[in-house]
């Protein structure tokens, strides 16, 4: 459903249509000013924009970029011979593993550079494979294209100007995008009224993180109209407000990002902010990582997450095994290529999902963008083997079985991953470590190592559980052991 703001000033419900998005836009002043969203346009015209964004930024990387200038010598490849998104097939593929190897070797170092090429920010990713988050490199340019993302994405989405929201995400000592992209929403796109709910680790010298509880009460002080976060989280801050009878009553919207959220978890949460007065509250689930440094928006629930600007990036699907591209509907890896970016640049990139896309007209909103499809039960994409997605993070196994198996003490290990209450599949992911020790070290002292060390490598807290080493690995029934394992439902 649309909110459409009337003659008065005040926003009615109307049914999502290409007619009705039309009048949501030209209600609202920003939105209307937005004449060359390129999301409306057609398929012929929005690749004549990506065309000629990809052959400047072939010349940006042909100058500055260090990977890709080996990469192009060592496969004998010419740059300037890829003036289309269609010659991008001629490009091997880029997998994370090569990124977080060398991550300073994908920063544009242009001969050239602007005062829009200054560095604006750092973000951070996955974890290199010493265990060193893997650092993401903003622009000035990049920046502004961020924000001119996050505004397109809300107006997908349906927001109007003003809105009251609140950042759910955690305030953590590593600047990942979820905390900082939802700030960016309201104070840089939307103009809105942000408030900020500042859970997370606690530092033991700045006082400037809130409670679980804090956040609960925040949404109902401001009458928050938007909710931002985790989508698990989120919702255990709805369960508890509904525990303590609070009223939710203004929310209209809710923003799940980080991890899937199926139709289930979207009807549960839906139904409690109902029974605390909400009125057919819309539970997006977008579709978002560092790399694109924004998210992919629904217009309506289920409808296919929109890219909100055609104009920065170019997505494909591949096949796992060949690289070749699928067409429309098909699953496979999803791919990213930058096409307007003067920091980190990225070409061909596998994201780590599974997913389809399709560039059919949205029969919902009219737009002609391309869009991800629901492509695993109810959710747009399910995480390949190379990652693991925990609250809402990627988790790199390698570096957490690292840390774990060069802690003294510890004999035998078995990574878990799983929920905190298995019988709702909605519950906040837990990491569990078992560990089996031989004697020696003291439990206590192993433990406060482990947990140490995985905060450092993955930046969770785990429980640290001993248990007797054949019930993680018994070589009468196994050839090897089992070091991961995901006890998670999958919806």
Known sequence: MLRIRNAEGVTVL???????TRKMIASEPLFAADTDDPTFLSAGEIKEIQNRNLKRQMERVADGSAYYKELFTREKIDPAKI??????????????????????????????????????????????TTGVPTP???????????????????????????MRSVNLFPLGPIPHIGFFRARDITTMSLFGQGSFGCTGMPHPEFKIHRS???????????????????????????????????????VEGVELLGEAAPRGMRDDIRGR???????????SNSYGFTEMQGAMSECEEFSGCHSPDPSLFFFEVTDEKTGERLPDGETGLLVITHLNRTGTALLRYVIGDYAAITHEPCSRCGRTCMRMEVAVGSTYASRTSELINLKGTLINPEVLRDEIANTKGVTEYQVVFTKKDLSDPYSADELIIKVGRSGGRPEEDIAADLEKRVQRAVEMRARIEFVEMSEIFDPTVALKATRIVDLRPTE
Request: charged content about 25%; overall charge negative.
């Open 83 to 128: 003036t289309t998104v269609d010659d991008l097939v001629r490009l091997p593929l880029t997998f994370k593993k090569d990124y977080m190897k060398d991550p300073e070797a994908f920063k544009l170092n242009l001969s050239n550079p602007t005062l829009y090429d200054w560095l604006w920010e750092v973000t951070y990713t996955t974890g290199t």
């Open 14 to 20: 109307h049914e999502t249509t290409p007619e009705n």
């Open 273 to 283: 902010l109902g029974n605390m007065g909400a009125d057919r509250p819309f539970i």
């Open 212 to 250: 679980f509880d804090y956040a609960v009460e925040l949404v109902e002080r401001v009458e928050a109209q938007a909710l931002v976060g985790v989508a698990s989280f989120v919702r255990r801050i709805i369960m508890k407000a509904e525990e303590q009878g609070r009223d939710y009553s203004h």
């Open 136 to 162: 993401f490199y903003n622009t000035i340019n990049d920046a502004y294209a961020t924000f001119q993302l996050l505004f397109r994405a809300m107006k997908i989405s349906g927001a109007i100007s003003g």
